[in-house]
């Protein structure tokens, strides 16, 4: 009776010493991690205060001819901090990127556009520069506003037209089981919608699946959205706290680099030209 006693003080103590040391090994990994976490992000602060000095000098060369089309993704909050924006369309006008998009969730940059280009010298829209054939332009810097829910009217008439005027070719064939439309095809729906300047610069393959899935919906809700008709960036900067693009048109960043900066209110100038200058000295095979 006395053994089976001492037995199982001994187990409990024993498991109680097994979790405190179990314990006590999660909290030295959580403090290493928190520790070397808080010296990345001095570091980080150093380095970019550093660059924005100009104390580095490899930061002043920046081959900027790369970087032909820049989009920054905004959260919902930041959207909402137009000085801190125009500030940083200011930097990057600065610097030499001529082509930025902007794009935020709810369509909040849209309504201030006025505004942000009235702060910018010279600054137009992507639309009233290709009207005017003036993308090439080097003088002034391109503004685009993109949204969540941009396009969608477009697809929507771009599907019914492909429906209305070649669903009929498919009837009279018996053998032929599913809608298929050609690239040809969909470029005068494109075209047909407004959306002509997307024939030369977007891969017909993204909208090829998309209209098949949209028109044997039968015109249903579809969760697809199709975003402006601008070219694919060559880098995007995201400005939020999830490391994600938040909605930014899949079809348009096959080929984009994407770099996480944080929230909009804590960027500085040494972060931006770090971004930048790293992509910079990327080499892209592009699948070769």
């Not at 005017?132 to 396009?151: A, K, P, T, Y």
């Not at 199709?226 to 080929?255: M, N, Q, T």
């Amino acid at each position: 009776m006395d053994f089976s006693n001492e037995s199982r003080v001994l187990h409990r103590c024993s498991a109680q010493i097994g979790n405190l040391l179990l314990r006590s090994l999660w909290h030295l990994v959580h403090s290493i991690i928190s520790i070397c976490n808080f010296t990345l992000d001095i570091a980080n602060v150093l380095e970019s205060y550093l660059i924005s000095s100009g104390l580095l000098g490899r930061y002043k060369s920046l081959h900027i001819a790369k970087l032909r089309y820049l989009a920054i993704v905004i959260d919902s909050e930041g959207a909402y901090q137009t000085s801190k924006i125009i500030k940083l369309l200011q930097w990057l006008e600065a610097v030499g990127v001529k082509h930025v998009c902007l794009y935020d969730t709810e369509g909040i940059l849209k309504k201030s556009k006025d505004f942000v280009l009235e702060n910018l010298d010279g600054a137009i829209l992507f639309q009233d520069a290709h009207e005017n054939n003036v993308l090439l332009d080097q003088q002034h810097m391109i503004l685009e506003f993109v949204s969540f829910s941009d396009g969608k009217e477009a697809v929507v008439k771009a599907a019914n037209v492909l429906f209305i005027k070649y669903s009929k070719h498919v009837v009279i064939d018996q053998n032929q089981k599913e809608k298929i439309f050609t690239e040809s095809q969909m470029s005068e729906a494109l075209k047909t919608v407004g959306l002509f300047f997307l024939s030369d610069q977007v891969d017909f393959r993204c909208y090829y699946q998309f209209f098949l899935l949209f028109v044997n919906l039968s015109f249903g809700t579809s969760s697809f959205l199709l975003g402006s008709g601008g070219p694919e960036p060559d880098l995007l900067l995201v400005y939020g706290p999830a490391r994600c693009h938040l909605g930014f048109p899949a079809w348009r960043i096959k080929y984009t680099e994407i770099v996480h900066m944080g929230p909009l209110k804590s960027m500085n100038y040494g972060s931006l030209i770090k971004a930048i200058y790293k992509f910079t000295m990327v080499r892209q095979n592009y699948g070769k």
